[in-house]
């Protein structure tokens, strides 16, 4: 149990490290618009498995992308105008999703299960057709909502919450 909460640690230490390197901001990106946002979910599609099986896998990855789409959405609706078909296009690409099982207990015996939920990919901003900028991320997300992953159905609530996280993560990330 102590060993995992350490590896937890020096995970998200490694983490917080690389979100420093990759971080660096200036003043044009704060000041950064875009056409659009598309999620691309190609490379969860391209591995072919998943945590509910071959079967599942390829409703689990559509999910994933229709719920980051409504999560971008929300989170950079400020810096989106599809009127401007001059801005580029930022693209959220989804490598993998990872859930946490809960099977190392409650928060502190107060019944609350806590898991650490994992997604990894990276911002692409694409203006003609050219990549101009990529911020890779692995974003650890402590979910208190913790529901059981035994029925595919109850993954909604942790991947919202998941990509809620991811999408704000990656904005402050890229400086926008």
């Given at each position: 149990m102590k060993a995992m909460r350490s590896v937890r640690f020096v995970l998200a230490a490694l983490v917080a490290l690389l979100l420093v390197a990759f971080g660096a901001t200036d003043e044009a990106a704060a000041q950064q618009r875009f056409s659009r946002v598309v999620v691309d979910v190609s490379p969860m599609r391209a591995k072919g498995a998943g945590p509910f099986g071959?079967?599942?896998?390829?409703?689990f990855v559509d999910r994933t992308q229709e719920v980051m789409t409504r999560e971008a959405a929300k989170v950079f609706a400020g810096v989106i105008d599809p009127r401007?078909?001059?801005?580029?296009v930022l693209v959220i690409r989804i490598d993998s999703v990872q859930f946490g099982d809960g099977s190392g207990g409650d928060d502190e015996n107060r019944g609350v299960m806590r898991?650490?939920?994992y997604m990894q990919g990276a911002g692409?901003?694409?203006a003609n057709g050219k990549v101009v900028k990529q911020v890779p991320m692995l974003?650890?997300?402590d979910n208190v909502a913790g529901s059981s992953l035994m029925f595919a159905d109850n993954a909604g609530p942790r991947l919202q919450g998941l990509c809620a996280f991811y999408a704000g993560w990656l904005k402050r990330q890229m400086g926008i």
């Open positions: 071959l079967g599942q896998y390829g409703l401007d078909r001059n801005a580029p898991v650490t939920d692409v901003v694409v974003g650890a997300y």
